[in-house]
């Protein structure tokens, strides 16, 4: 398909994605949350697309391309690279539709991520040790087999049906100021912004990539800042920006911020413990824009897409591990002591006796640094905040003890 053969990027388009798929996602709910009203100084409502059946937005853009196919194009079958939510999405409809879908992964997907996608009915072909190889290896499938290409983010109709989600959230609070989305390839900030802003052209739309991976602003500026590196947020870790949403990013998008790895970290514990949901990285990312740039936010109604749940069952807890022990709940003490019976359980007494849980102890008396009538013992203690800590520490010490706390980025 030729660029001026392809639909009319805008919100009609998007009101037709709608009227075509519905009944074939889910309308997630769009809530305000008290807890992070409270921390961040604005009314904060949350879009829950963790709760697609995917566990992520991508399945809105999958179903909303799948039902514009031919019926020659659905024998034909379907073809999309992707390394996550896209694949699954694909998948997943796909093979509610009766569609042969072909899903080409980078050979270093994780797993789960493939198991997945085949779970959900897609045939994985692993080939290219990137997305860009991937995606030339999907374009050579497509040519050779007759499939249909299904861009995750390049392509009218998958933006159209992402787009959706700026529908719901002013139908279900029409007085928003503003929405913060997630950027990865740009096609669910486009969609988004082009629906909001028919609707209530006054709403301030703001983007958020990973500082690593700040490829809509290289586009925006024709700059060429570097795109790589270990992100967590590896769902929206893009090195090149999609070229049919980067005109409606420069026209309706007011800023594209960017966001640290520690504030993503921050943003996906807190969704854990304070609002009790599971986001990945990428969707904890418009979170992490209000804890790293508050003063934009203050006072105002704002909407945050959860673009998605997908995280690793280890990989969150180590989030909320080292989350603990950013804030001082999780601290490991080093105590260099004398060698005599009772001086363990006097520190432990002491941890007991102020309610101060202890997680792990190393006690040991032959580093050669050491006195030979001398112990060192490493003590991890949880306690309820950094208060807390300081009266464990001031206890020990008083007790004739000398606590340091190690660094939490020591090996």
Do not use: W
């Not at 050979?107 to 997305?131: A, C, I, S, W």
């Not at 374009?139 to 719901?168: M, S």
């Not at 929206?236 to 970290?265: C, D, F, H, W």
């Amino acid at each position: 398909m030729t660029s001026s053969s392809l639909p009319k990027l805008d919100a009609a388009l998007i009101r037709a994605a709608r009227e075509r798929t519905q009944g074939q996602f889910i309308v997630t709910p769009c809530l305000q949350r008290p807890a992070l009203s409270q921390l961040l100084g604005c009314e904060v409502y949350v879009k829950y697309e963790n709760m697609q059946h995917t566990g992520a937005f991508k399945a809105r853009g999958a179903i909303a391309k799948l039902t514009t196919l031919t019926p020659e194009q659905r024998k034909a079958g379907v073809v999309a690279m992707s390394a996550g939510n896209h694949a699954q999405g694909v998948a997943y409809h796909a093979t509610r539709l009766g569609i042969p879908a072909t899903i080409v992964m980078p050979k270093g997907t994780p797993f789960n991520k493939t198991r997945k996608t085949q779970d959900y009915g897609g045939k994985v072909v692993l080939e290219g040790e990137t997305l860009v190889e991937s995606a030339a290896a999907a374009e050579r499938l497509a040519a050779e087999k007759g499939y249909t290409f299904v861009h995750p983010y390049n392509d009218p109709d998958v933006i159209a049906g992402q787009g959706v989600i700026g529908l719901e959230m002013l139908e279900a609070v029409p007085d928003l100021d503003m929405l913060v989305v997630p950027i990865g390839g740009g096609g669910l900030i486009a969609g988004v912004a082009l629906a909001a802003k028919d609707i209530k052209p006054s709403i301030e739309i703001f983007g958020v990539e990973p500082e690593l991976y700040p490829s809509m602003i290289n586009a925006l500026t024709r700059g060429n800042r570097p795109c790589q590196g270990s992100t967590i947020a590896e769902g929206i870790a893009v090195r090149t920006a999609g070229e049919m949403a980067v005109p409606v990013v420069k026209a309706l998008v007011k800023e594209t911020l960017t966001v640290s790895e520690t504030n993503i970290e921050r943003a996906i514990s807190i969704f854990a413990s304070s609002v009790k949901t599971v986001a990945e990285g990428a969707g904890a990312a418009p979170l992490a824009a209000m804890l790293e740039h508050p003063d934009r936010f203050k006072g105002r109604k704002v909407g945050i897409v959860l673009s998605g749940g997908n995280i690793d069952a280890r990989m969150l807890s180590s989030v909320l591990m080292r989350d603990l022990v950013r804030v001082g709940q999780v601290l490991t003490l080093t105590i260099e002591m004398p060698d005599r019976p009772g001086s363990l359980y006097a520190i432990a007494g002491i941890c007991a006796e102020l309610g101060a849980n202890v997680l792990e102890v190393s006690h040991s008396r032959f580093s050669l640094d050491l006195s030979a009538s001398a112990a060192r013992l490493n003590i991890t203690i949880e306690t309820r905040d950094e208060a807390h800590a300081g009266e464990v520490i001031k206890r020990i010490q008083a007790a004739g003890f000398t606590p340091t706390v190690r660094d939490p980025n020591e090996g």
